[in-house]
């Protein structure tokens, strides 16, 4: 039921487009010591060259953290979420990069219809996510709406029992799928030793 808050990051929904949905996901390196938290379902972005979660609503994103690998006191790890401060070799993250993915994610808020089908552009809320499930507590800041740029456009609502946008009993806390507009793949520039932010140049 989505009359429950319980923001639990991105998880890859389809793809935008007639194209086959392979759910495809790549490999990004972590550096040894990164002291930041990164769950399953994070926004990420590029920096020197390595994975960092996103810190602000203005970044440029690479797509969505999936789950990692490292090796560990010699022993190769696998996790859903890389921890903090980790000392590692090898760490690698697994990215859904795809510019045209669809993803599902939760509304901090009542989202309306009119908000759907490319209407409104949304930020990002940058909830913690669990050390327990490994899982994300990113969510759409749904007080954000704007026809200006910002990280996510919602195409519809996610098609499951409970989660009916014109239902006001189900609606409070509405099932997104949405595509992330502020992808770097959708700028004209790179950052090289830096994160990009929407400062960039979009692409027309």
Known sequence: MTATLALSGFRPSRKRGGNMNNDG???????????????????????????EVITTVTEVVQGVFMGCRYVANGEQKFSKYWPSGTSATDAVAMIADDSRAVFEVQADASVTAGDLHGSQNFAVTLGTGSTFTGQSGHGIAAATRTTGIAMCRPLDSVDEPGNDVANVNENAYLKLNVQLIQHTDNFLTAAVSAPATITAYLLG
């Not at 010591?33 to 926004?43: H, K, M, Q, R, V």
Request: charged share 10%; proline share 4%; aromatic share 12%.
């Open 25 to 51: 996901q790549n490999e990004y390196p972590i550096a040894s010591g990164y002291a930041a938290n990164i769950f399953s379902g994070d926004l990420v972005r590029i920096n020197a060259g390595n994975v």
